[in-house]
């Protein structure tokens, strides 16, 4: 089966026209467009969502691209298609594709027991006889808790990617590798770790230079930089029983780093993740090869 060439990129004019804060909807997709706003601006109202961005992407064309609501509700600043926000884990993809791109130059074995590269930096305990892997990590079937007990999103205390990693010796795993699928955005912070470490460079930073420069991502990074904060959407939260104070009225979402950075802290725009998309639809270039990417589509431990 063919991937089909038309995308969204949603985030609660041809990608040369540059960051535009609104690429109306070309002839093809007036239709849609129109629909797709009803849509949201019922869901905003809805789930009392103060900002909304969306493009639509066919190909190498953003073929509709705004943004809904405020990216600040207190002072009234319109949310567009260049409001940035944090992305969760869709960072996860940027992570993988680094480590990718290790494979491709056969510095990093998938395949290999991650102890090779962390040592007793990760060391969770296993009573079980396979070694994690990255392919294991990777697929969300290493059997590792679901969440560190440093830097998770709870954990305002400013943890580093490496107390994150260090904190999940005190973890034992949940089921034996490779033998159930579960969800662990601990395990794509190790992935990201193994990056910082084999690579002797801080996460953020060699992403920005190996992955998101090449990309031609300008309005994304993982981390806060001063270009990108002044667009950053503001962000709200409600408790578990969909009230915030005790007014019922939202609360501001805590704006701390994790320290699982790379399961899910990349700040982005809608127009660098329709660029993405165009590059996946092209093969990968220029940040892996065609059959490396053609790989990553294919289902692990099915």
Known sequence: MRLRRIAVAIIAAP?????????????????????????????????????????????????????????????????TAETVYRVGSVSKLFTDIGIMQ??????????????????ARFAPRNAFVDSITLRQMMSHRAGLVREPPAGNYF???????????ASLN????VYPPTTHTKYSNAAIGVVGYVLEASQHAPFATYLQRSVLQPLGLRSSAFEPLPSLTPRLASAFMWTVDGHG????????????????????????????LARFMSVLFDGGAPVLKRETLEKMWIPQYA
């Open 15 to 79: 990608l040369s026209l540059g960051a535009q804060p609104t690429v109306p909807a070309t002839t093809r997709y007036a239709a849609v467009a129109a629909a797709l706003e009803r849509l949201i601006e019922h869901e905003r109202a809805d789930k009392r969502l103060p900002a909304v961005s969306i493009a639509l992407v066919d190909g190498h064309d953003i073929v509709w691209a705004r943004g809904f609501g405020y990216q600040n509700p207190k002072d009234s600043t319109p949310a």
């Open 102 to 119: 290790l494979v491709e130059r056969g510095t990093i074995d998938l395949d290999a027991p991650v102890s090779r590269v962390l040592g």
């Open 155 to 165: 954990d305002p205390r400013g943890s580093s990617l490496g107390d994150m990693v």
């Open 170 to 173: 005190r973890t034992a795993l």
């Open 245 to 272: 104070t005790e007014d019922g009225v939202p609360f501001p979402a805590p704006t701390f780093q994790l320290g699982m950075s790379p399961a899910g802290s990349m700040y982005a725009t809608v127009t660098d």
